[in-house]
């Protein structure tokens, strides 16, 4: 199939939809498979450049009647794209590793929280498979920390998940985390060795965590995605 940036069925679809990237297809497989998002829902996408995750989130909550709202997060300045998007989204440039947990909560409906916490967030590749997945997988950590606050930090203990990471280190965030009780998480990670004993991590904090490959996904890539749908 097409190597990385290839044009392909998917980039050719995304053009002609109004979707300002492909990776907009993975979000819509996932939910069509196992229905994330519903009207009224409360999105945090973190990783949300360019903004396709943003167009079909929106799209997900359907009228503009239905309430709900989209956050998107990324180290990028995200201009929100017309297409499928309303009032409900909005953009915030800033780092995970530095913005506070109540923050983030702040920027949610009423800050109660959200109700379905979606990382797309990935490093940089060098190409050096071993640190690309620790690089990962830390920013996995990072997400699961905010999503479920010190329940992450409890069955990660023992586990030596980034120990060969030398990104920032992920601190557990003290207290519950902004993800409403019942609520979804899907983390993006590279495959590894390490990716069994992230989801093993995840398994007793949800009620369901399983991993997808989206048929969207490039064969050339090593992403995957864990689902985590409610949260105990």
């Not at 819509?28 to 498979?33: A, G, I, P, S, T």
């Not at 640190?131 to 030596?160: F, H, P, T, Y």
Request: proline share 5%.
């Amino acid at each position: 199939m097409s190597g990385a940036g290839t044009p392909d069925f998917y980039y050719r679809e995304a053009l002609r939809l109004g979707y300002v990237a492909r990776s907009a297809f993975k979000l819509l497989q996932m939910q069509n498979k196992f229905k994330l998002i519903s009207p009224g829902s409360a999105v945090l996408d973190l990783g949300c450049a360019p903004g396709a995750w943003l167009q079909v989130a929106c799209q997900s909550l359907g009228a503009l009647k239905n309430g709900g709202a989209v956050v998107g997060i990324d180290t990028k300045k995200v201009k929100v794209p017309s297409a499928y998007c309303d009032a409900r989204v909005k953009t915030v440039c800033g780092d995970v590793f530095k913005l506070q947990k109540d923050q983030i909560r702040a920027l949610s409906p009423k800050e109660k929280g959200f109700s379905v916490i979606l990382s797309d967030m990935c490093p940089l590749v060098s190409g050096i498979t071993t640190r690309d997945a620790a690089l990962s997988a830390e920013l996995g950590m990072q997400a699961l920390s905010l999503a479920v606050g010190e329940k992450a930090s409890a069955q990660s203990e023992s586990d030596n998940i980034h120990e060969q990471s030398d990104s920032p280190t992920s601190l557990p965030v003290k207290g519950g985390g902004i993800l409403l009780p019942g609520g979804h998480l899907v983390i993006k990670l590279l495959e590894s060795e390490d990716v069994k004993e992230f989801s093993q991590i995840c398994k007793p904090l949800f009620r369901k965590a399983v991993f997808l490959r989206p048929k969207a996904t490039r064969s050339c890539s090593r992403e995957a995605y864990l689902i985590c749908q409610g949260l105990q």
